[in-house]
């Protein structure tokens, strides 16, 4: 059952409490659970990886800043596990399945997706990713955060978006800059002009991220997300 908030509170947790899980061998979920997702990447430059994906609490990883802290889309996925960003196993257990995918996909490489659910929570969290790019050439990385492009852990984001765009694209979220960002828009109301794109996956031209590739190819093209 969903936690209460009082009104006019900001809760800085998921509503559903219960969904938490602590960190486990089996994080990082194949993408061909999610329908949404997909699981081998068919357009754009990662064609042919699996695709996996990771999601973390709402709001307790998220900056308080974020737009759609009220109405973000967790609130309709009460059945999703969402990983204690707090467990002293999270990086520990997080490496330990890379390595895995690493040696499994070797061969063609595999796909991680941050975060279906919570954000990056820290600049050294960030850095940890960054690292992993190192350490396993097999990884590459896409998502979207609500940090700051200004702040500690959104300035190593935009860097990793400036230098190793081959392997990382993370979108700022709500941010004017026209490359490089996604926005969530009314539904009633889709204001598409110039580099703005629907994605496609929402309007029924992809059946799925993998099948689209939109995000982490078109660098120059902005994203609008239709608000669920």
Avoid at 32 to 42: C, S
């Amino acid at each position: 059952m969903a936690s209460l908030t009082p009104v006019g509170v900001k809760s800085p947790h998921t509503i559903y409490r219960k969904s938490v899980k602590p960190a486990s061998a089996n994080m990082l979920k194949p993408g061909a659970n999610n329908a949404k997702l997909g699981g081998i990447v068919t357009a754009g430059k990662w064609q042919g990886m699996h695709m996996y994906s990771l999601s973390l609490e709402e709001r307790a990883t998220c900056p308080t800043s974020c737009e759609q802290w009220d109405n973000c889309y967790g609130n309709n996925m009460p059945f999703a596990h969402r990983f204690d960003h707090t467990d002293k196993n999270l990086l520990t257990l997080l490496d330990q399945q890379l390595s895995t995918l690493a040696r499994k996909h070797k061969a063609t490489g595999f796909v991680v997706r941050l975060h279906v659910l919570g954000d990056f929570f820290s600049a050294d969290y960030v850095d940890w990713w960054s690292t992993r790019l190192d350490k396993y050439p097999e990884l590459q990385v896409f998502g979207y955060t609500h940090q700051d492009p200004k702040s500690p852990a959104g300035g190593i984001i935009a860097i990793n978006n400036a230098h190793r765009a081959d392997r990382w694209v993370v979108r700022f979220s709500d941010e004017p800059m026209e490359i490089l960002s996604s926005h969530v828009v009314d539904k009633a109301r889709v204001p598409v002009k110039g580099l703005q794109v629907i994605c496609p996956e929402q309007t029924g031209g992809a059946v799925s991220c993998a099948a689209c590739g939109l995000c982490w190819a078109a660098l120059n093209r902005q994203i609008l997300f239709i608000e669920h």
